[in-house]
C-alpha cells in the first residue's frame, strides 16, 4: 500500500467519524448511522438493545432525547487505515431520564472516548469510555465507586444510586 493511499484512507475514516458527530450534533439519527455496517459490533450496547446498527440507532435515540441539543466537541482525533479514536466533550442541557436519574435542565458537560474500527470506509467496531459517574453527578447524584453503566438501564436498588446516598 503505498503513502498516499494509506493517508487518503486514514482521512476518509476520520471524516467518517467526525461526519458521525456533526450528525449527533444536529440531532440527525439517519446521518449519524449512515457509515456503521448493519452487522457492526459495539461493545458499549445498552441492556436490552438489538444487535449491531439496530441497536446503536436505539442507544443514539436515547442520547438525542436527553441532549437534544448539545455540542459534540471533538477534542483530538486520530486515524489510520482501520482505527480511529477521538476524545470528545458533550455539552448541553440534560432532560428526560439518563440513566435511571430524571434530568430537569441541567447543563452538565460528558467526557467520551470512542474506538471505531473501519472497513471499506465503514465503520465494523465501536468501543467507547464515558464519564458516566461524573454526569450523574452533575445531575445531582452522590455515585462513588464504579457505576455499572448504560443510558437507560438505571441504577439498581441498593447501588448508591438513590439521590443523595453514598456507596
Same mark, same amino acid.
Given at each position: 500500500?503505498?503513502?498516499t493511499?494509506?493517508?487518503d484512507?486514514?482521512?476518509? +475514516?476520520?471524516?467518517?467519524?467526525? /461526519?458521525?458527530?456533526?450528525?449527533?450534533e444536529?440531532g /440527525?439519527?439517519? %446521518?449519524?448511522l449512515?457509515?456503521?455496517d448493519p452487522?457492526?459490533?459495539?461493545?458499549r450496547?445498552?441492556? $436490552?438493545? %438489538?444487535?449491531?446498527r439496530? $441497536?446503536?440507532?436505539?442507544t443514539?435515540?436515547?442520547?438525542? =432525547?436527553c441532549?437534544?441539543?448539545?455540542?459534540?466537541? &471533538?477534542?483530538?482525533?486520530? %486515524? /489510520?487505515?482501520?482505527? &480511529? =479514536?477521538?476524545?470528545?466533550?458533550?455539552?448541553?442541557?440534560?432532560?428526560g431520564?439518563?440513566?435511571?436519574?430524571q434530568?430537569?435542565?441541567?447543563? &452538565?458537560?460528558?467526557r467520551?472516548?470512542?474506538?471505531?474500527?473501519?472497513s +471499506?470506509?465503514?465503520?465494523i467496531?465501536?468501543?467507547?469510555?464515558?464519564?458516566?459517574r $461524573?454526569?450523574?453527578?452533575?445531575? $445531582?447524584?452522590?455515585?462513588?465507586?464504579?457505576?455499572?453503566?448504560?443510558?437507560g438501564?438505571?441504577?439498581?436498588?441498593?447501588?448508591?444510586?438513590e439521590?443523595g446516598?453514598?456507596?
Amino acid at each position: 500500500m503505498s503513502d498516499t493511499t494509506f493517508a487518503d484512507i486514514a482521512e476518509r +475514516n476520520r471524516q467518517a467519524v467526525l /461526519d458521525h458527530f456533526r450528525a449527533l450534533e444536529r440531532g /440527525d439519527l439517519d %446521518a449519524a448511522l449512515a457509515d456503521f455496517d448493519p452487522t457492526m459490533v459495539n461493545h458499549r450496547i445498552e441492556p $436490552g438493545s %438489538a444487535p449491531g446498527r439496530a $441497536g446503536l440507532a436505539q442507544t443514539l435515540a436515547v442520547v438525542l =432525547a436527553c441532549f437534544p441539543a448539545a455540542t459534540w466537541h &471533538v477534542e483530538s482525533i486520530v %486515524a /489510520d487505515a482501520e482505527l &480511529v =479514536a477521538a476524545h470528545l466533550m458533550v455539552e448541553g442541557d440534560a432532560h428526560g431520564v439518563i440513566m435511571g436519574v430524571q434530568a430537569t435542565g441541567q447543563r &452538565v458537560t460528558w467526557r467520551h472516548i470512542h474506538w471505531f474500527r473501519m472497513s +471499506n470506509g465503514t465503520i465494523i467496531e465501536h468501543d467507547a469510555i464515558r464519564d458516566d459517574r $461524573g454526569l450523574l453527578r452533575q445531575l $445531582g447524584m452522590n455515585v462513588r465507586g464504579p457505576h455499572p453503566g448504560g443510558l437507560g438501564g438505571g441504577l439498581p436498588q441498593g447501588t448508591g444510586g438513590e439521590k443523595g446516598r453514598t456507596q
